[in-house]
C-alpha cells in the first residue's frame, strides 16, 4: 500500500476485556514500531520488530500488552483486560532496513470505559 | 535514559511572523534529531531530520541544526502560513541502543497556531 495503516480507527471497549489492535506497515519495510500517545503527550516506544521477531520489547508497561507479527508484515497489539488508564491512540511506524526515517501510520484511537 | 525537552505551547502567531521552537535533548549515545508534525485530523509526518553535529534539516521553509555542544536542535521558518498550524514535535534516535532499534525518544509537542 501507499502508507501504514492501521486498523480499527477507533474502538471503545469496557473495563476489563481484551482489545486487538492492527497494524498494516508499508510493503518491504522489515522494521516495525509500536507506540503509544496519550493526551498532551509525545508517543511513547512499546515495541519493535525487525522481520517476525520482537527484537525489542522494553516499552511494553506490564504483561497485559502483547504484539505480534507472524508473517513479518502485519502486526496485532494486543492487551487484555484493559483498564481505563489505557485509554491512548495507539500508533503504529514502519522503516526500511537500512533507514532511520519511521512512516506513520493514523493511529488506533482506544478508550476503556 | 534519553529524553526529549521542548518548549511548551501553544504557540499564537500571525501570518508571515518568525517562529522559533525549542528543543534539548539529552542521550546516551549519538543520536540523530528529527522534527514531526501532526496536522489537524492527520498522522505523524517526518518534516525533517539531521543525522549529526552540525547538521542541518530543512523542508518546507523549516530550518533546524544539530548543535552537539548545546544538545539542542531548534526549529525555525521565517514567515509562517496559516497552512503551518499543527503539533510539532521533536525526536531522537538513538544508535548505540541496543536491538538495531531506532526506536523515537520524543517531546510533548508544541501547538501551532497561525492567524490571518
Known sequence: GAGVSQTPSNKV??????????????????????????????????????????????GLPNDRFFA???????????????????SAVYLCASSSLVQETQYFGPGTRLLVL | GNSVTQMEGPVTLS???FLTINCTYTATGYP?????????GEGLQLLLKATKADDKGSNKGFEATYRKETTSFHLEKG???????????????????GAGSYQLTFGKGTKLSVIP
Not at chain 1, 502485519?74 to 483498564?83: A, F, H, M, N, Y
Not at chain 2, 540523530?32 to 489537524?40: A, H, I, K, N, R
Request: aromatic residues 14%.
Open chain 1, 13 to 58: 471497549t469496557e473495563k476489563g476485556k481484551y482489545v486487538e489492535l492492527r497494524c498494516d506497515p508499508i510493503s518491504g519495510h522489515t522494521a516495525l514500531y509500536w507506540y503509544r500517545q496519550s493526551l498532551g503527550q509525545g508517543p511513547e516506544f512499546l515495541i519493535y520488530f525487525q522481520g517476525t521477531g520482537a527484537a525489542d520489547d522494553s
Open chain 1, 68 to 86: 505480534v507479527r507472524p508473517e513479518g508484515s502485519v502486526s496485532t497489539l494486543k492487551i487484555q483486560r484493559t483498564e481505563r488508564g489505557d
Open chain 2, 15 to 17: 501570518e508571515e511572523a
Open chain 2, 32 to 40: 540523530s534529531l528529527f522534527w514531526y508534525v501532526q496536522y489537524p
Open chain 2, 79 to 97: 514567515s509562517v502560513q496559516v497552512s503551518d498550524s499543527a503539533v510539532y514535535f521533536c525526536a531522537l534516535s538513538d544508535r548505540s541502543s
